[in-house]
C-alpha cells in the first residue's frame, strides 16, 4: 500500500443555499480502503449540474429551476430548501486520478494506474458525489470495479472531462438505438452532455441537428455536428414535422412539445436534463398516435462505461475543457458554469 496521509483537503456542500454552504477544509480524514475497493488520488474533477442541483435543492419536487440563482449567489425567495442528501457531502462525479492503495481482493499492482472513474454505483445503488464522497477532495474512495485504467496521452483536466457527461451520452444513444443513418437531434448541445453526444452519435452513423445559439454553432459545427438549429426558433417551423428519428433533450422546458412534433412515427426520445424547467406538457395523442417511445436515462450498465474508455483510447472523442478552476475557487466555477457561454466542460484541479 502506498503511504498516504491520514488528513486531506476537500471541499464540503454543508447544506442547500448559496455559494456559502461550500466550505473548503484541510482537515478531512482520508478514506479508508475497504474490501473491494481502491483509494484513488485526484487528479482533476469536474464540474457538473448535478452539483448545483443538489446545492440549491432542485431535485425536489417544487424545488429551484437550475440556475434559478439570483446574481448575488442566493437562492431565488420562496425556493424549498430540503432534500435527501446526507450533509456534509463531498460532491463531484467526474474525476481522473491515481490509484494509491488497494483494499483486500484488489490485485495491489494495480496501484499507480492513471483511472477515471465510472459515477454510477452499484450494489447498493447510488452515484458518486451523492450517496457517497466524491472527488472534490484530495483521495475518494470507489470500488475497484469502477476505477477504469486509461491509456492515453490526454492530460488530466482533459481526462477529467469526459466519465459524467460522456457516459451519460453513450447511455442516451444506447438506450433510444441510435443507428447509422438515423437523424438525432440534440437540444443543449454545446453542454458538456450535449456535445459529447454530438460527437458520440456521429461515431453510430448518425446525422445530427444540434441545437444551439449563433455564437456557439462554430464549435458544433467543427465537432462534426450536420446542421445547427438556433434555439429560439421554432423547430416544427424550420425543420418540419416528422423529420428526426430520436430526440435527445437535456432542456426541457415551455417548448417541449415540439420536441415530438419534429419526431418520425416510430421515433424515440431520450432524455437526461431539463435545464430549461422540469415541468412540460405532453399531448397524448401525439404520443400515442405517433407510437413513440420515451426514455429517463440516469443509470447505465458497467458496458457502457467500458465504450467510452475504448472510445477515448482510441481517439475518437475530443475533449471539450471551457475552463480550469483550482478546488478553492469551486464557488467561481460553478458561477461561470451557471452562466452557460461555455462549450463543453469547467474542470478544477486538485
Known amino acids: ?171 442516451l444513444l444506447t438506450r433510444s438505438r441510435v443507428m447509422a443513418g438515423e437523424t438525432v437531434l440534440v437540444t443543449g448541445a454545446s453542454g458538456g452532455v450535449g456535445s459529447a453526444v454530438v460527437q458520440l452519435a456521429k461515431l453510430r452513423g448518425a446525422r445530427v441537428i444540434a441545437v444551439t445559439v449563433e455564437a456557439k454553432a462554430g464549435l458544433l459545427l467543427s465537432l462534426a455536428a450536420d446542421r445547427i438549429h438556433r434555439r429560439e426558433l421554432s423547430l416544427v417551423e424550420e425543420l418540419g414535422n416528422n423529420s428526426v428519428d430520436v430526440v435527445i433533450d437535456l432542456v426541457g422546458g415551455p417548448d417541449w412539445p415540439e420536441l415530438l412534433g419534429v419526431l418520425n412515427t416510430n421515433g424515440r426520445y431520450a432524455a437526461s436534463g431539463a435545464i430549461a424547467g422540469p415541468v412540460v406538457s405532453l399531448d397524448l395523442r401525439t404520443f400515442y398516435f405517433k407510437d413513440l417511445t420515451l426514455y429517463g436515462c440516469t443509470y447505465f450498465e458497467r458496458e457502457v462505461f467500458s465504450a467510452l474508455v475504448r472510445h477515448i483510447e482510441d481517439g475518437k472523442i475530443r475533449p471539450l475543457v471551457a475552463e480550469i478552476y483550482p478546488l478553492s475557487r469551486m464557488a467561481d466555477a460553478q458561477a461561470s458554469f451557471l452562466t452557460k457561454k461555455h462549450v463543453g466542460k469547467i474542470v478544477l484541479t486538485v
Not at 80 to 108: S, Y
Request: net charge negative.
Open 1 to 171: 500500500m502506498a503511504e498516504v496521509p491520514e488528513l486531506m483537503t476537500g471541499m464540503q456542500l454543508v447544506g442547500q443555499g448559496g455559494y456559502d454552504q461550500l466550505v473548503l477544509r484541510d482537515d478531512l480524514p482520508v478514506p479508508t480502503v475497504r474490501q473491494g475497493d481502491v483509494l484513488v488520488k485526484v487528479l482533476a474533477a469536474a464540474v457538473n449540474n448535478t452539483d448545483v442541483n443538489h446545492r440549491i435543492a432542485w431535485y425536489a419536487q417544487g424545488g429551484a429551476a437550475s440556475g434559478s440563482e439570483t446574481p448575488s449567489g442566493h437562492l431565488a425567495e420562496g425556493v424549498w430548501k430540503g432534500g435527501d442528501m446526507n450533509l456534509p457531502r463531498v460532491q463531484g462525479a467526474d474525476v481522473c486520478g491515481r490509484i494509491v492503495a488497494t483494499g483486500e481482493g484488489v490485485d495491489a499492482t494495480r496501484i499507480g494506474e492513471r483511472v477515471i472513474l465510472d459515477p454510477v454505483l452499484r450494489n447498493p445503488a447510488g452515484y458518486l458525489g451523492a450517496d457517497c464522497d466524491g472527488g472534490f477532495a484530495q483521495y475518494v474512495r470507489i470500488p475497484a470495479a469502477n476505477a477504469h485504467r486509461v491509456e492515453s496521452p490526454l492530460s488530466d483536466t482533459e481526462l477529467a472531462s469526459f466519465p459524467c457527461a460522456y457516459s451519460t451520452a453513450e447511455n
